[in-house]
């Protein structure tokens, strides 16, 4: 069951509302430690024995204390059944988180029928719902005030096990004083506690069963983050992993992502036939505009994870979708669980004001479960709903952490043979099937997303006796039943469906138990398609046997590890890849005395075989590599070839390009002239022969800083700073591939060998050739990630501050310290390491646009550590330049076909970086540019989001046509693209002034100066609205620190372009008309905002020794001379909020903002002179009389000599320019 932001605020406000919970109690409806009264003991002939001091008689009698459980038995009274053995009670999964579960036996064989162990949702919801209204041994029949026996419950084959969580929700208890969960994630380790003590301690002959979880609704996020949580824990081999059978996740009408539901909403209501006259058609017209919008949204809120964009996403959704169908549930007309039903009684909708909610709240039921007559029972806990909504993660897609479950099915190692299976019903409104599809089959990323969405639709299965369809993959990975009527599902035989008597049987005698590659026993192909436990009885199994399927019964054989062609693949075998074969013919190839590990495979298609380093039975199928010449069968793998690279128009290969391409038009000449970057050179030496000191001790420096798993974390945030966008993207997937290949050699303890195994592992691919022109951005990141993690894809990571455990704001305080203990030096370290990745790179390659990436950052990161005059920092710029310049990024050229992707708008974002990067630099230092407007011919980059890039060819071409004339987007928004094009081009014209004042600005003639200063207005009056700063924008607490950081850069870069412009001006001779003052004021006035919100702009703090150097202590520098030598009196004539006192104001609060940046930073000594010399301007203004003499004999004495030619405002307190 399902709440939204919406419906639970209106909820809580709502009189009406609190008669549901609060229904003959006075008591409030959020849950507390308990103490009960009753110490008696109720154990009867059905309890089971108890340990020595780790229970308790009645369920809420004890303090709060990790591993403390209670258990009582239950006869037929509070919740009559067919005899089935029930239990009740409690676990304590830690010192202030208490959990519930009522526990019933299979009808059936309960000492081997599966487990199933459901959650509903909400969040808050209690499971009590699941039990007595949908699918529990007793149910509620719609006039009944007691329940009574259910004959479709689902522990008709199956034993169930309903829990309330997380702690607080229905009989689950909170420790007096403790925080109430607010985040999925929350429950996730409490849920793990509970399945170890469970089935550990409290029922442990139950433990290898096969367990099915089950959620429902809200279910759609505890599910896939509680099981990938599992997952996790062992695959890192945590000591509070899990290992219990979990065989699958049922996801019944569950919420996975708010973009399906958006987008099924018209499907459901407007061109479904059961949905029709619901609403009126200008409601579909309507709903059906604004699908894009909640589309385009949508992507945003999955691939940034954050709050404020998926609040967007919801936004959209419900005012411009759902409002159509809410006014109907508001008013009772119809139900959000049933678009044909009524709803009286909001949320549940359950006739009779919630009939087991009064129940469970009676003195004689709560007696019988243990509890004391003071507690009070609620069917949905709406402060932890409410806490839930407030922290965003209800409008969270959690789409990833289900593919990450698909993607773990089968792997060797993780016992994760964990299949899923998803029931929707045909009359829900909140999660309607349409949208669920749309999910299904285009948001869950998975390896086998293309056959699933290929599978066609069938019908049921005539034995489950249940209408509707269902499709699924054929390795039986995930399957999906839709259109059946599970509204409430107890009156709907599907446990057939889900979970089919599994009890294990031996096999016949005489033939092999054929094994899968994980060691489990092989499913015949008939049960696996079906999804049903199969017996592994051979030659037929069982339930083939049973239902007349004797001769389709066949057992899929499988090598233990194929040999794959070197070629990319599907990470998992689709429909017929695997060779599929009768039993008889599988025991003629395989020896009876090895079953299937021997038999032989179907014969492999003709390709090459070549073994790689590192796969001793060749590359793992997602490995991206090119087909290999004879030569390099002969040598090895193919390894990177140092290339010329670029070549430009008066190199010596430009006439040889002319004669060649003369000749071939005449003649049909044959090139034989080596292209840029042909295998022209000799070979790279193989990687192997130069591991050795000191390469190796530069890869052991970097592979022993990394993070040990799983503390390592690279947040996914989409902002216009260039850092953020797909480069996260790239850096989450270069994490998780390596953590989930050496995961265990990143260990506390790791030893040589592991180490220098991985360090041969990158340096090969990193010798491997890098495509920058892949235009799928799936398969270009792929030479970068998962098989193909290069030196690269490590100084990537290195580039991120949180993955060293690093807070990015004073709100993270809770992050402790990864286990290898670098937290507190993790800048210095990750600086280190980057540049041992960049140099390693530069050894094994010649370079490529991801290189360029790390130079440029390394750049930026040397500029925060040492200051952005430094030698280092220099150095690196110098680097990244030249580099660029190598690759030939600086000179691309613009075609009329051009189409857009993410390796080419990528090249044109770095290239755009670099040159913005060297102007900033110039602009600190006066040192001449590394590269000039002149020779730089790459158009801009295109204003596309980061997700449109990410989405692929279709994405990018309906964006693109989007774009107005001049390249910007029409969507009002503002992404890293958008922020560098502004840049660039205020550093296109920057340069030109750069040129002239480093030159002969003499020469320059005064109308060219006035012309670029036009040309500067002009740009910045033709840029969108969406990146103008608006005074006063940051008030507003909704407004987001990363557009206003961008907006303020941009701003600052242009009132900079027009104070240099000023100063040459005044330099030529132009009149002063207080222009130079006026920017300067308005420079300080932002630069200063920085530091009066600095708790806002905490992810930008490592810029704020750059921000006020470069643009608030030069402009500050006018503001002082301006005290000296006044101009006006009184308020400034063209800005009446220019005043003396204004001015001491700014200045006092910018000798603040340099004693803040400190001594010990980067830039710390500037600032602490810049502070020195603007307070002696303030004292001398504000203590001395007019006619004092000027400069004071303080400021003689300091000798400062700022050399910052031009733009040193000081330069009148150096005595070498005195006399000019």
Not at 834 to 862: K, M, P, W
């Amino acid at each position: 069951m399902l709440l939204s932001a919406s419906v639970a605020a209106a909820l809580a406000a709502s009189a009406s509302a609190q008669l549901i919970w609060n229904a003959r109690s006075n008591a409030p409806t959020s849950p507390h430690a308990i103490t009960v009264d009753d110490h008696t003991s109720h154990h009867d002939t059905h309890q089971r024995p108890m340990g020595t001091g780790d229970h308790q008689t009645a369920h809420g009698s004890a303090p709060f204390k990790t591993g403390q459980y209670t258990l009582k038995a239950q006869d037929n009274k509070t919740c009559p059944t067919h005899g089935e053995s029930q239990w009740t009670g409690t676990v304590d999964v830690s010192d202030a988180h208490r959990l519930f579960f009522w526990f019933f036996e299979s009808r059936n064989d309960p000492a081997n029928d599966p487990i199933i162990v459901w959650m509903n949702g909400g969040p808050g919801g209690s499971s009590m719902v699941g039990l007595f209204n949908e699918l529990g041994p007793c149910i509620f029949d719609l006039d009944s005030a007691e329940p009574s026996v259910n004959p479709w419950a689902w522990n008709n084959n199956a034993s169930l096990l309903f829990l309330d969580q997380p702690a607080g929700v229905g009989f689950a208890s909170l420790a007096e004083g403790a925080p109430m969960p607010a985040a999925d994630l929350d429950g996730a380790e409490s849920f793990q506690s509970f399945l170890n003590i469970f089935f550990g301690e409290i029922f442990p002959e139950k433990a290898g069963l096969p367990i099915h979880l089950a959620a429902e609704s809200y279910g759609g996020h505890y599910g896939p983050v509680y099981l990938k949580h599992i997952l996790d824990s062992r695959a890192y081999d945590s000591k509070s992993a899990f290992r219990g059978n979990i065989t699958s996740l049922i996801l019944v009408d569950a919420l996975l992502d708010w973009t399906g539901n958006a987008v099924g909403t018209y499907e459901l209501l407007c061109s479904d036939f059961r949905g029709r006259d619901i609403i009126n058609a200008t409601a579909c017209d309507n709903i059906r505009h604004a699908i894009p919008e909640v589309e385009r949204l949508g992507m945003s809120c999955d691939l940034s994870q954050d709050g404020h964009e998926c609040v967007a996403l919801d936004e959209q959704y419900m005012g411009q979708i759902d409002v159509y169908y809410r006014e109907l549930i508001n008013s009772g007309k119809r139900s959000p669980f049933n678009i044909h039903q009524e709803c009286p009684n909001l949320p549940l909708c359950y006739p009779g004001k919630g009939d087991f909610t009064r129940y469970l709240n009676q003195e004689h039921v709560k007696a019988a479960l243990g509890f004391p007559s003071s507690f009070v029972y609620s069917g949905i806990n709406l402060a932890l709903n409410d806490a839930y909504v407030r922290g965003h993660d209800p409008l969270k897609p959690t789409t990833r952490e289900l593919a990450a479950v698909l993607d773990a099915y089968e792997q060797p190692g993780l016992g994760s043979d964990i299949r899923v299976l998803v029931l929707n019903g045909n009359e829900d409104y909140i999660v309607n099937t349409p949208g669920q599809k749309f999910i299904y089959d285009y948001l869950v990323r998975w390896s086998g997303q293309a056959d699933y969405r290929l599978a066609r639709w069938r019908e049921l299965p005539r034995e489950l006796a249940a209408e509707g369809f269902w499709k699924g993959t054929d390795d039986g990975s995930a399957s999906h039943a839709a259109s059946i009527s599970i509204t409430p599902p107890a009156h709907s035989p599907l446990p057939d469906l889900a979970h089919g008597s599994s009890r294990p049987m031996s096999s016949s005698a005489g033939a092999p138990l054929l094994r899968r590659r994980n060691g489990r026993p092989q499913a015949c192909d008939q049960c696996r398609s079906r999804k049903v436990a199969c017996d592994h009885t051979q030659p037929v199994c069982n339930r083939c046997r049973a239902t007349g399927r004797e001769g389709e019964c066949t057992y899929t054989i499988s090598s233990s590890r194929p040999v794959r062609a070197w070629a990319v693949g599907s990470a998992r075998p689709v429909a017929g890849e695997r060779p599929r074969q009768s039993l008889s013919q599988s025991l003629s190839q395989g020896s009876p005395s090895t079953g299937a590990a021997e038999a032989r495979p179907a014969a492999q298609p003709r390709a090459s075989l070549l073994p790689t380093a590192g796969f001793p039975d060749g590359p793992p199928s997602d490995v991206v590599t090119p087909s290999p010449s004879s030569e390099d069968q002969a040598s090895g793998p193919p390894s990177a070839r140092p290339g010329p690279g670029f070549f430009g128009i008066l190199s010596h290969s430009a006439v040889y390009e002319e004669t060649k391409n003369t000749l071939s038009l005449l003649q049909g000449f044959r090139p034989c002239l080596p292209g840029h970057g042909d295998a022209a050179q000799a070979q790279f030496r193989d990687p192997s022969q130069v591991l050795s000191s000191p390469v190796r001790e530069m890869c052991m420096v970097v592979l022993r800083s990394i993070p040990c798993p799983p503390q390592g974390h690279i947040s996914l945030r989409m902002s216009p700073h260039p850092y953020d966008g797909w480069a996260r993207v790239a850096a989450q997937r270069v994490l998780a591939g390596l953590y989930e290949r050496f995961g265990s050699h990143l260990g506390t303890n790791r030893t040589n060998a592991q180490l220098e195994e991985m360090a041969l592992f990158l340096s090969r691919n990193t010798a491997r050739p890098f495509n920058d022109n892949e235009p799928d951005p799936d398969r270009w990141m792929g030479q970068f990630s998962g098989q193909n993690l290069r030196w690269e894809s490590l100084g990537l990571l290195f580039t991120f501050r949180e993955l060293g455990g690093e807070p990015l704001s004073d709100a993270d305080h809770d992050i402790d310290q990864f286990t290898c203990g670098l937290t507190k030096h993790w800048p210095e370290v990750a600086q280190v390491c980057l540049g041992l990745c960049v140099d390693l790179t530069r050894r094994f390659s010649d370079g490529n646009s991801l290189l360029l990436q790390l130079c440029i950052r390394r750049t930026v990161a040397e500029s925060i550590l040492s200051g952005d005059a430094s030698a280092s920092t220099w150095r690196c710029l110098a680097e990244s330049v030249s580099l660029m310049t190598f690759l030939g990024l600086h000179d691309e050229t613009e075609s009329a076909d051009y189409r857009p992707t993410l390796s080419s708008e990528s090249r044109r974002r770095i290239a755009a970086h670099v040159f913005i990067m060297d102007k900033v630099v110039v602009l600190f230092t006066g040192r001449p540019p590394l590269i000039g407007h002149r020779y730089a011919s790459t158009p801009l980059p295109l204003d596309l989001p980061d997700q449109v890039l990410l989405a692929g060819d279709e994405a990018i071409a309906r964006a693109s046509e989007s774009l107005d004339e001049r390249g910007w987007n029409t969507e009002g928004g503002l992404y890293s693209s958008t922020s560098l094009r502004s840049r660039l081009m205020i550093a296109l014209i920057r340069d030109e002034l750069i040129e002239i004042a480093l030159g002969r600005w003499k020469q320059t003639p005064f109308e060219k100066l006035q012309a670029i200063k036009e040309r500067q207005l002009q740009t910045m009056a033709e840029f969108p609205l969406s990146l103008i700063y608006q005074p006063g924008e940051l008030d507003s607490r909704s407004s987001s620190p990363g557009r206003v950081y961008a907006k303020l850069l941009i701003q600052l870069e242009h009132l900079q372009n027009l104070f240099v412009a000023d100063r040459l001006l005044l330099r030529r001779g132009d009149l002063d008309q207080g222009d130079l003052l006026l920017t300067s004021f308005e420079m300080v006035s932002l630069t200063l905002l920085f530091w009066t919100n600095k708790d806002r702009f905490a992810l930008a703090r490592p810029d704020f020794a750059w921000l006020v150097m470069a643009y608030a202590t030069p402009a500050g520098g006018i503001l002082c001379m301006e005290l000296l030598n006044p101009s006006f009196t009184g308020a400034h004539p063209r800005n009446a909020k220019i005043t003396r006192s204004s001015i001491i104001q700014n200045l006092s609060l910018l000798i603040g903002f340099l004693d803040w940046i400190g001594t010990g930073a980067a830039n710390g000594n500037l600032c602490a002179n810049c502070s020195a010399v603007i307070q002696h301007v303030l004292d001398h203004t504000l203590n001395t009389t007019g006619s004092s003499s000027w400069p004071p004999e303080a400021l003689d004495a300091m000798q400062l000599d700022f050399n910052f030619e031009l733009f040193d405002t000081f330069e009148w307190l150096r005595t070498d320019l005195s006399n000019e």
